[in-house]
Nanobody
């Protein structure tokens, strides 16, 4: 079973940037699509971004995003380092949440129920 550990969260001003990392415990990480989700207080966990098994920079690699972050966030993965990243630019106060990574199903999905091996999350707070 893959164990995931997120890092890189923190406090940032609106308009700023953060880069989140999600490190996997083992190489089977490479078999999985990977996703980022977030959960704000009092709200349900929501999809942020996901990437295919192949790194987006490689032939056949693909990514998809929630409309609310498209153009501001970029997901990527390094299958040598067993790590997936979320680069977040032009942050807004509404991006404040705990961010989680998880392993995904072998098909495109934005549903949290389709994902597994959740990390413990990392807090992102954007001050306005």
């Amino acid at each position: 079973q893959v164990q995931l550990v997120e890092s890189g969260g923190g406090l940032v001003q609106a308009g700023g940037s953060l880069r989140l990392s999600c490190a996997a415990s083992e190489g089977t990480f490479r078999r999985y699509r990977m996703g980022w989700f977030r959960q704000a207080p009092g709200k349900e966990r929501e999809f942020v971004a996901a990437t295919s098994v192949a790194a987006p920079s490689w032939s056949g690699g693909s990514t998809y995003y929630a409309d609310s972050v498209k153009g501001r966030f970029t997901i990527s993965r390094d299958n040598v380092k067993n790590t997936v990243y979320l680069q977040m630019n032009s942050l807004k106060s509404e991006d404040t949440a705990v961010y989680y990574c998880a392993t995904g199903p072998p098909y495109t999905s934005r549903r949290p129920a389709d994902y597994s091996n959740w990390g413990q999350g990392t807090q992102v707070t954007v001050s306005s």
